[in-house]
């Protein structure tokens, strides 16, 4: 994956967005964006988007896969819950 290619403030990012825009998508850069001095946001193109939201989708398939193996398979009916949740 690649790093961050090239950092604008967000003063010049007005100027420049659509130049930002084009490097992010066109050029596939990864531009941070600072403000005060400090890093605030990143912008990335779509393919990098796209691989971002699959990599968390993968992620969560591996977290629930894994909770499911340490599950001991205690369960309560709702009103099981509500009788618990009154007492």
Do not use: C, H, W
């Amino acid at each position: 994956m690649n790093s961050i290619t090239s950092s604008v403030t967000i003063r010049a990012l007005r100027d420049g967005l659509a130049e930002a825009v084009g490097r992010a998508n066109y050029g596939r850069e990864r531009v941070q964006i600072t403000k005060n001095g400090k890093p605030a946001a990143v912008l990335i193109g779509p393919e990098d988007f796209a691989l971002l939201e699959q990599l968390e989708m993968l992620r969560d398939v591996a977290d629930y896969r894994a909770a499911k193996l340490v599950d001991a398979g205690g369960r309560i009916s709702l009103n099981e819950l509500r009788a618990e949740l009154d007492a």
